[in-house]
Nanobody, 121 residues
């Protein structure tokens, strides 16, 4: 599974950004996709995740500001980031939990290369 990310960049506090991630390659099924972030000196953390059934999970720190969506019949997800704060500055990485073969007993985790989001005035 290859993950192609887009949409990062520099944004002012209070602004908005939309990150997108498209999955491609050979796989049996993608069960969930999501975004993680890692700020300098901090551990990587889950930002948002969406399952193939449409169930979403959001980190407490972004609830009410960020949302995640998945295009219907597509392996493309979007992270809409509103009212961005300086503490949202991080490298954001797309993640997919997928089975590459029907007989796989569990999902494998795949990662994009990451996109930088910098919040600064």
């Amino acid at each position: 599974v290859q993950l192609a990310e887009s949409g990062g960049g520099l944004v002012q506090p209070g602004g908005s950004l939309r990150l997108s991630c498209a999955a491609s390659g050979s796989f049996y099924t993608i069960n969930s996709m999501g975004w993680y972030r890692q700020a300098p000196g901090k551990q990587r953390e889950l930002v948002a995740r969406i399952t193939s059934a449409g169930r979403t999970t959001l980190a407490d720190s972004v609830k009410g500001r960020f949302s995640i969506s998945r295009e219907k019949d597509s392996n493309r997800v979007h992270l809409q980031m509103n009212n961005i704060k300086p503490e949202d500055t991080a490298v954001y990485s797309c993640n997919a939990a997928a089975k590459t073969r029907p007989q796989d007993p569990y999902d494998r985790m795949f990662w994009g290369q990451g996109t930088q989001v910098t919040v600064s005035s």
